[in-house]
């Protein structure tokens, strides 16, 4: 079936650091791919997605690039903010509108 | 700025009594998803409608939890009778149709179950 595997975190940075949180998956077909950020009492908000494979997304600074030949979507940011911090979570959907979720990576960015 | 809209956004209730959420979807999506969140099971989703209609429930312990929408503007998620181990945040999410599969997803009812 199709699945999602992120990174353990939380990952803790210094503010300006360069981010990379690990995303892979397992899915048939050709999915499209997605991050969303929940922040601290908040839903989720789609950050940035890409639907098929080369296709880099971008938003906010962030940016994830679809490769098919290592099933990953990473996401990367160049220098972090403090109000970067949040929970990320990498997700596919193969159609029909139903997204499949990892399990979320807590971002901690300190002063 | 239009988004989806949940209410209560937090109720505390007692074991045994019946908890009705509602959602709002924004206006013109046709799909509608309830998910539910907790620390140890992280993100699950429980049910989805497209066009008013259930497509997928499989996710929802069928004894004790409903979905319907009665009309395109609000989606009711009930449990009935709660229990503690539904304490949770509920999300609701609409999307529009077509291929880019964007959900939008509301604040969260914060259950609490005593």
């Known amino acids: 079936g199709n699945s999602v595997t992120q990174m353990e975190g939380p990952v803790t940075l210094s503010e300006e650091a360069f981010l990379t949180i690990n995303c892979t998956y397992t899915a048939t077909g050709y999915p499209s791919l997605f991050w969303y950020v929940q922040y601290p009492g908040e839903g989720l908000q789609l950050l940035l997605k890409a639907t098929k494979a080369d296709d880099k997304g971008s938003n906010k600074g962030f940016e994830a690039t679809y490769r098919k030949e290592t099933t990953s979507f990473h996401l990367e940011k160049g220098s972090v903010q403090v109000s970067d911090s949040a929970v990320y979570f990498c997700?596919?959907?193969?159609?029909?509108?139903?997204?499949?979720f990892g399990t979320g990576t807590r971002l901690l960015v300190s002063p | 700025d239009a988004r989806v809209t949940q209410t209560p956004r937090h109720k505390v209730t007692e074991m045994g009594q019946e908890v009705t959420m509602r959602c709002q979807p924004i206006l013109g999506h046709n799909t509608v998803f309830w998910y539910r969140q907790t620390m140890m099971q992280g993100l699950e989703l429980l049910a989805y409608?497209?066009?008013?209609?259930?497509?997928?429930d499989s996710g929802m312990p069928k004894d004790r939890f409903s979905a319907e929408m009665p009309d395109a503007t609000l989606a009711t998620l009930k449990i009935q009778p709660s229990e503690p181990r539904d304490s949770a945040v509920y999300f609701c999410a609409s999307g529009p149709d077509g291929p880019l599969l964007e959900q939008y997803f509301g604040p969260g009812t914060r259950l609490t179950v005593t």
């Open positions: 409608f497209r066009n008013r209609a259930p497509l997928d």
């Open positions: 997700a596919l959907s193969t159609g029909f509108q139903k997204l499949v």
